[in-house]
């Protein structure tokens, strides 16, 4: 099946830093997703993004689907950002598969 | 955001018993998912739903079975829990074409004794 890397595992940061997490995947994809899930499990929708970028707020993410990976990018980053983020894709069969997350920390 | 219930969030229950974990949308989304996470780790896909009497398993073997009589409604069965199922479990839905967006519920934590 298809394989899913994120990258970095692990991230700190200071608050007010910037960041770029990234998510790579082994075959052609028919959508892409990026999620948030903050400490009490709750995943939340950030970006439907199968191919170019969008913003909202504070973040963006760009996906080049030739060269298959997807990158979510956080400026000024809260304390509020924490938690883990996850890209996830659905292939030609119906499935979705997620990557390993990225478990951001942000410190006051 | 699409609306989209689970019950349980939180259930301890003793190795052995049957348990069903409920899982509602109210979007009319065709497509329904259930996933299993351990704490801290990525979410595996266990069941999947195109409609009404559809099921697929999942990427990650499940001794949990799956039910769609409903458009709305995807309940998850274990016949006899074990330790190994404590787990997240955690519902989505969406809808079924060029724009599967995938809304998730809030899970249910479950602890086998």
């Known amino acids: 099946g298809i394989q899913v890397e994120q990258s970095p595992p692990d991230l700190i940061l200071q608050e007010g830093a910037n960041s770029t997490l990234r998510c790579n995947f082994s075959?052609?994809?028919?959508?892409l997703q990026w999620f948030h899930q903050n400490p009490w499990g709750q995943l939340i929708n950030l970006f439907y993004?199968?191919?170019g970028t969008k913003q909202n707020g504070r973040l963006s993410a760009t996906t080049v689907a030739t060269e298959r990976y997807s990158l979510l990018y956080i400026s000024s980053s809260q304390t509020t950002d924490s938690g883990v983020y996850f890209c996830?894709?659905?292939?030609?069969?119906?499935?979705?598969?997620f990557g390993d997350g990225t478990t951001l920390t942000v410190k006051p | 955001e699409a609306d989209i219930y689970q019950t349980p969030r939180y259930l301890v229950i003793g190795t052995g018993k049957k348990i069903t974990l409920e899982c509602s949308q109210t979007?009319?989304?065709?497509?329904m998912y259930w996933y299993q996470q351990d704490p801290g780790m990525e979410l595996h896909l266990i069941h999947y739903?195109?409609?009404?009497?559809?099921?697929e398993k999942g990427d990650l073997s499940s001794e949990s079975t799956v039910s769609r009589i409903r458009t709305e409604h995807f309940p998850l069965t274990l016949e006899s829990a074990r330790p190994s199922h404590t787990s997240q479990y955690l519902c989505?839905?969406?809808?079924?074409?060029?724009?599967?967006?995938?809304?998730f519920g809030p899970g249910t934590r479950l602890l086998v004794l």
């Open positions: 989505a839905s969406s809808e079924w074409g060029l724009k599967e967006t995938q809304y």
């Open positions: 075959d052609s994809v028919n959508n």
């Open positions: 993004i199968p191919s």
């Open positions: 996830a894709v659905l292939t030609n069969a119906g499935k979705s598969t």
């Open positions: 979007m009319g989304h065709d497509k």
């Open positions: 739903s195109y409609g009404v009497n559809s099921t």
